[in-house]
C-alpha cells in the first residue's frame, strides 16, 4: 500500500505523507504551497525538511503534524489515515503524540515557567499536583529547575527556548515537531539547545522532525528532505527522490 | 482540560488586562447598581403598601348599608386630650372606619331580613353602636378615644402584641401606637399586657369606665381606622351605652354581611346586585381596597414621585447594561486579537474549539459577575443608608416603610441578568477564538 515502505519492516510509520498537494486560493489567484508530496517517517527516525523560505517545508510539517488539512493526498498517522478521525481524536492524538517547537516561544509571559510548562497537561485534563509534578521532573532534566516558579519574562532567550521544549516534552510524546527551534538564538545558545534536542532523540528514541533553513542544522540530523516550491528534490533516505535530484544535480 | 482548570484561566486571564477589565466591569456595576436599586424601591413601596392593605384581610364579607351618597372621613391628627368642656363624644361609626362618615339611613330590623333573605348571605350582623369618651393609663391624663366596631374584619397591622380573640370573655384592646407616648409607655412591647381604663356616657348621661387589656399595639396606617376591641368589649360597651333601657339601641346604619364561602365573582356580583334591587350598596373589602388605594396615591404624592423616579431609573439601568454589553463584546474582541498565538497554541496542543468557547465565554460570565456583585452590594450599602435615613426623617409619618426591600430572590435575579447578559455578548467574540485555525495563528513568516 505504501511504496516507501521498506518490505522487511512490518511495522507502519510513525508518519507518512501520500501524494500530498496543499494549494492556497483559486484560478489565476491559486499558489500551490505543496504538489504531489510522498514521504515516509519511521518511528525513531531524526528527519530534517530543508529548503528556502516559500519552499513548502512549513506546510509540510504542518500537515504531518495534522494542524492543517490537505488539499488532496493523505497523511498517515501509525498507518491510520488522519482525515478519518474525528476532531476529538485529532485533538487527542496531538496532545498525546505530538510535541511542538516553534521559532517564537510562544510562552505566556505573565505565567511561571512552571505553568508554561504544564498547559499540555492541563488540555489534556490531568490534576494540578500531578501535572506539577511531572513538569518539575522534566524541568529538572532540562536544568531549569531553579526557574520553575520565576515569571516567564524573566528568563533569557535560551532558557525560554529550554522551557518551550521542556513543555513539548511535558506530555511524553512519541513525536517532536521543531519549525526552526534555533532561529531566534545566537549560536552558543543555538548550540546548546540543539545538542538537548539531538539527546532526546539518542536517549529517549523520539521521532524528531526539524524545519530549518540552517544547513549544519540539517547535517546533524539522520536524513535530510530537500523541498523547492514544493516539491522534494532530494531525499537523502528515499530511494524514490532520486531521479529528483540528479534532476537537480543536472541542473 | 478540566472544568476548574478552565475557570481558573479564565479567571486569570480576566485579570491580565487590569485596566480594560475594571472599565469593562464599571459599565456592568452601574446597570448592575441601578438595576438593584430600582428593584428594592419597587419592592419597598409595593410591601408598604400591601401591609396598609391587610388591615383589611378578613374574606367572604360583604359591609352593606341603605343606598346614600358616600363621603370619605377626613384623616385625623392623632389623638387630642380630652376635656369635659369641649370634646363632644365621638360616634365610633365616625371613627375613620371604612363606610364611616356616609350618613345613611340606619338599618331596620326589617332590612336586616330582607339582607339575610338573599341567596348566598349566610348571616347578617348589625355593626353596634360604641361611643367612647376617653382611654386613660395608671390613673394619667385622658385623651380622646374612638374605637373601631368593624374591628370583626379588619387586621391589624401590629408592631407589637398579638391580634384580637373575638372568642375570648375579657375585654381586649389594639391600641394604635400613636397613644403609646401620651399614655406614658417607652416601646409598643410597654404596652403590651398593660391595663387601660376606657371612659364613655351612657345615654342618660351617666359616665362609665370599663378595665381593658391592651393585646397588641397597632402602626397607624394609611387607613386610620382607630382602636380594635373584641367581640366581649365592643358587646359590654353597646350595652352599657343604652343604660338597660329597651329599645334604646339606635338601629345599625352598617351591617357586616357573611357570604358563602368559595362564592366566584359572578356569583357575588349576583348577590350584589340583590342587595342593589333591595335598596342596599354592598362594597367588598377589595371594593373598599381599590378606593382607598386610589386615595393613598393622592395623597401621598410622595409614592407617586417614587413610581415616576423608579421608571427613570429602569430605563437608566438598561441603557447601560446595553453599553456595558458592547463594551464586554469589544474587550473580548481586543482579548482574542492579543491571544491569537496564544489560542493557536492551545489548539495545537489539542484543545477543542469547543473548550476555547468555553473559556472565553467563562471569561465574559467572569467580568459579569464581578459587576453585578460589586453594583447589587454597592446598591445594598448605598440603599439601607439612604433608606434608613429618610425613614428617620421625611418619610417618617409613615410607619412601617422600608423604602428599600432587598430581597433575595432579586438580587439573585439581578446577577443572574447580567451574567447572562455577559454569556450573550461573550458569545461573538468566543466564536471567533473558536473558529480561529491554529496554522494561521501560528504564522510567522
Redesign the interface.
Known sequence: MNPTTAVDDPAPPALQAVALSKHYGSGANRFDALTDVTVSITAGECVAIVGKSGSGKSTLMHLLAVLDTPSSGEVRIHGTNAQSLSARALNRMRNREFGFVFQQFFLNAQQSVIDNVTLPLTIAGQRRGARRERAREVLAALGLAEKADARAVTLSGGQKQRTVIARALAGSPSVIFADEPTGNLDSATGAVVEDLLFSLHRDRGITLVIVTHDDELAARCDRQIVLRDGRIVSDSAAPVAVGAASEEVAR | ??TV?LAR?AVANTF?AKLRTTLTVLALFVGAFTLTITTALGAGVSNYIETQVNAFAADDVLLVQAQTDATIAAESEGPAEWDPETSTSSSSQAGGAPLAGAQAEPLTDDDLDTIAGIDGITGIDPVRSVSTDWVSHDDGAKFEFSVNPQSAVTVADLDAGDQLDHNADDFQVVLPNDYLDALGFDTAADAVGADIVIGMTDITGAAHEVEAEVVGVSRSSLFASGAGANNALVTELASLRTAGIDGADENSVIAIAYLESGLTADELDAVTAALDDAGFSAQTIEDQLGIVTTIIAGITGVLNAFAGITGVLNAFAVVALIAAAFGIVNTLLMSVQERT??I???K??????A?IFALFSFEAITIGVIGSLLGVGAAMLVGSGLGGALAAGPLADLEGLSLFLFEPASLVGVVLLISAIAFVSGALPASRAARQ???ES?R??
Open positions: 482540560m478540566r482548570d484561566t491580565r498565538r496564544e493557536g497554541l492551545m495545537a496542543m489539542g484543545m477543542s474549539s473548550r485555525r491554529p496554522i501560528l510567522y513568516e
